[in-house]
């Protein structure tokens, strides 16, 4: 079914399909930070992050949030729906931590009254600044409407992940997500895991995600993996 490849990311490599509407997100074992400059590979990771991925896909999907998945290959295969990407990464924020500390006064910890939601440009190359509506509009990004719907669909998924995760013992600080239009319909794309969040044990408070990587906290696929367990623990029957 794999045929063309027709991205490599920092993470995931996308293949064409017979089906020129449907995709193959290959889940990969690199690891990238502060866009690009650290770099590494770590045994394990890609399968717990689609693993991870494809149950959060699965309970948004079953919550009215429609997604690009379609199902798994293979333990590191997503079937996906070709979408054409927002250039936005929408950062969501309960807690404060990461850039939002260093950039304004707040202080690590400090938990939001309402979740923040910000917009930053898809870009390395200018370093994905963070946009305003006026701006993404401009540079025809998205449209109002669009921007619209994408803020009340990551503030949907927000109000969804929070308690599925303290069910299972981890905070969500923040995290990020992209968007995707197939037929004039917004859909979440990419992938929700510890690439993507900020997972914190919520007894401890120890990171649980790729900070682990970025600050050398410890043991990056220990962490990786005690994420997968909480949240796929079916992978380890």
């Not at 293949?15 to 990969?28: C, G, L």
């Amino acid at each position: 079914m794999k045929k063309e490849q027709l991205y490599s990311g920092k993470a995931k490599t996308i293949y064409s399909t017979e089906d020129p509407e449907v995709f193959i997100a290959e889940f990969r074992n690199s690891l990238t930070a502060f866009n690009g400059e650290k770099k590494a590979e770590a045994e394990k990771k890609g399968f717990y992050n689609a693993q991870i991925s494809k149950k959060i896909f699965e309970m948004l999907e079953a919550n009215g949030v429609k997604t690009h998945y379609i199902k798994m290959l293979s333990d590191i295969e997503m079937l996906v729906k070709k979408v054409e990407i927002v250039k936005l990464e929408v950062i969501v924020r309960n807690i404060a931590a990461g850039s939002i500390t260093r950039k304004y006064p707040v202080k690590e910890g400090t938990v939001f009254e309402c979740p923040i939601i910000s917009f930053d440009y898809k870009s390395d190359e200018f370093g994905d600044p963070m946009l305003n509506d006026d701006i993404a509009v401009a540079l025809g990004i998205a449209t109002r409407k669009e921007l619209e719907t994408i803020r009340k669909l990551a503030l949907r998924i927000n109000e969804l992940l929070v308690p599925y995760l303290d069910e299972r013992e981890i905070k969500l600080p923040d995290f990020k997500l992209e968007f995707g239009r197939q037929g004039g319909e917004i859909l979440l794309a990419d992938e929700i895991s510890c690439d993507t969040c900020r997972f914190w044990d919520k007894k401890t408070g120890e990171s649980l995600d790729k900070d682990v990587f970025r600050f050398d906290k410890g043991d990056l696929l220990k962490a990786y993996e005690e994420v997968a367990r909480r949240i796929v623990p079916e992978i380890f029957e």
